[in-house]
């Protein structure tokens, strides 16, 4: 934009094309942190306690079975809000950018 600050053309043009981008890789990250239970108990050395570790931890080691169907519910709700509110944003955003091509070509004469 011809004229506008740096906080302008970031928030105007950057941040509206880069967010699917930036939502798709955290979403990413998010997918691959949560299912992970091997990582945190190698690194960790059973001291790090996640969620994935606790199911783990609760179904084959304590047995205590209706703790660990509880801590998967709530981890399948986590995991399901997170990529509904992803996929809603990444909506949002593409509604809000209309196609330029189209609004430069369909004003000028003589395009046809």
Do not use: D
Not at 49 to 64: D, I, M, S
Not at 88 to 97: D, F, I, S, T, Y
């Amino acid at each position: 934009m011809l004229g506008a600050n740096r906080l302008r053309v970031f928030t105007r043009i950057i941040l509206p094309l880069s967010a699917p981008g930036v939502l798709t890789a955290a979403l990413l990250v998010f997918v691959l942190a949560i299912s992970s239970f091997v990582t945190p108990r190698l690194m960790g050395g059973g001291r790090v306690f996640v969620l994935g570790t606790e199911v783990f931890n609760e179904a084959t080691v304590t047995l205590n079975w209706p703790l660990a169907a509880a801590l998967s519910v709530m981890l399948l709700i986590l995991f399901s809000s997170i990529i509904l509110l992803t996929s809603a944003l990444c909506a949002h955003w593409r509604r809000e950018q209309p196609c330029r091509a189209t609004h430069s070509s369909a004003g000028s004469p003589g395009t046809r």
